[in-house]
């Protein structure tokens, strides 16, 4: 028989072995979402903040009515002229009346770039590059040197997620154990507007989503995870994060160094509002997979392995099978097996963009009742994902392609250079 016929075989059988695993993720999700959870040790949950993201209010609302008798809400901005900083000040008093939160703080961190140039001047004689981390990462060490010795567990949320009052609970749950070392959930992005942009970016997030599940490959999401305080230092994050850009792939990366796992917990899938342009899109995803290919090497490298896999196998699939049907008769073995490749990878992307939306559907809308505008987004957005799943995932590969040169993206308002998984200089605000 013909090497194509081989290579056929073998993309026959890893696309079933993928679509299983798949399924194994889809059935762990629904199998996990509803559970009740009493774990309760101390947290502090700590959330960041800059400018005022879409539904800013019932995200913040959300933070506070978390059903966890045990916990610190901070939160925390770089300054006082950031418009968050005058909405969390009117929110906090009338929410803080309900909320089982036992301190609810706001903390004001001070702008990191703005240090990062004044000791880039002074150290300049001596010929040195200030490295340094993140405006998010700084605002999080901020808090993490507050905390007090009776915190347990640190939980950090973004302030662009709306959470399930249940949230704390689920997300600090896998920490009981010491295989653990980080739990996390991940972001659904529900379009606030449904311009072909903002389904995209839906679409293509996910695609990403789909791939959480009881793995050891998981990756950590900063909008929606948690690190008990022991292994925190235990790892060297305390070390790791003030030169770092990325707090969940570093994370990640000092748990997996440390022999532990990254455990998936889908009840904290979290739904996040947005709109989007196609500038802002490729801007977004460029730099997903550009801080992925130098913070986490290997997920990007998998990343690119499984968008051309993804791609080849359906188009070059589509030309083997007409190649084979002019040389060989449509009864032969050889072209009967190079024509199921195409129908098989449809058939298996069909069924994944249904899976994960089935699961989407479910895990989104427990607890709490979506509104029209809400609900008729997320109907755009699962059509557009089923109908077109073709066309997502050329357009991951697009951004995964674009990510492979270069070190330098803007992340609200700051340019960041990346020198390394856990090394970072700040270039300085961006007017654009």
Not at 227 to 238: E, P
Not at 300 to 321: D, R, T
Request: overall charge positive; glycine content about 6%.
């Amino acid at each position: 028989m013909s090497w194509y016929y081989y290579i056929a075989l073998v993309a026959i059988l890893s696309q079933l072995l993928f679509l299983l695993q798949i399924y194994h993720n889809y059935h762990f999700a629904l199998a996990k979402y509803r559970k009740k959870r009493l774990y309760r040790p101390r947290t502090v949950m700590i959330v960041p903040c800059k400018g005022l993201d879409s539904a800013f209010s019932e995200n913040i609302s959300s933070f506070f009515n978390q059903d966890y008798e045990n916990y610190l809400l901070w939160f925390v901005v770089a300054d006082k002229q950031d418009p968050a900083y005058d909405e969390l000040s009117k929110l906090k008093n009338p929410l803080s009346q309900s909320s089982k939160a036992q301190d609810v703080q706001i903390f004001v961190a001070g702008k990191i770039h703005e240090d990062s140039r004044k000791a880039g001047s002074q150290q300049q004689a001596a010929g040195s590059k200030q490295r340094i981390c993140s405006q998010k990462i700084h605002n999080l060490l901020y808090c993490y040197e507050r905390i007090g010795n009776d915190v347990e567990v640190l939980a950090f949320a973004d302030s662009d997620a709306c959470l399930r009052s249940d949230w704390l609970s689920h997300i600090v749950w896998p920490l009981r154990q010491s295989k653990n070392g980080a739990a996390s959930g991940y972001r659904w992005f529900v379009p606030k507007k449904t311009n072909l942009a903002s389904l995209a970016l839906s679409a293509v997030n996910a695609k990403i989503a789909q791939l959480l599940g009881n793995t050891h490959f998981n990756q950590a999401w900063g909008g929606s995870m948690a690190i008990r305080v022991d292994v925190f230092r235990r790892v060297g994050l305390d070390k790791i994060w003030p030169k770092a850009l990325s707090d969940d792939l570093s994370l990640s990366f000092a748990v997996k160094k440390a022999g532990m796992k990254v455990a998936f917990v889908p009840a904290c899938l979290v739904a996040s509002h947005e709109s989007t342009t196609w500038r802002q899109l490729f801007e977004f995803g460029r730099r997903q997979f550009l801080i992925t290919r130098v913070s986490a090497p290997r997920t990007w490298w998998f990343g690119l392995f499984s968008g051309l896999y993804s791609v080849l196998g359906l188009w070059a699939g589509i030309a083997l099978a007409i190649y084979a049907a002019y040389k060989f008769s449509i009864l032969n073995s050889e072209f009967s097996i190079l024509f199921a490749v195409p129908i098989l990878f449809f058939a298996g992307q069909l069924t994944r963009a249904i899976l994960r939306q089935k699961m989407a559907n479910k895990l989104l809308i427990y607890e709490r009742q979506a509104t029209s505008d809400e609900q008729r987004a997320m109907r755009a957005a699962r059509a557009v994902d089923i109908l077109a799943f073709w066309i997502w995932s050329l357009l991951l590969l697009i951004f995964i392609l674009s990510s492979a040169f270069g070190r330098t993206i803007r992340w609200r308002g700051i340019r960041y250079k990346l020198l390394g998984p856990t090394e970072t200089t700040v270039l300085g605000s961006s007017s654009q």
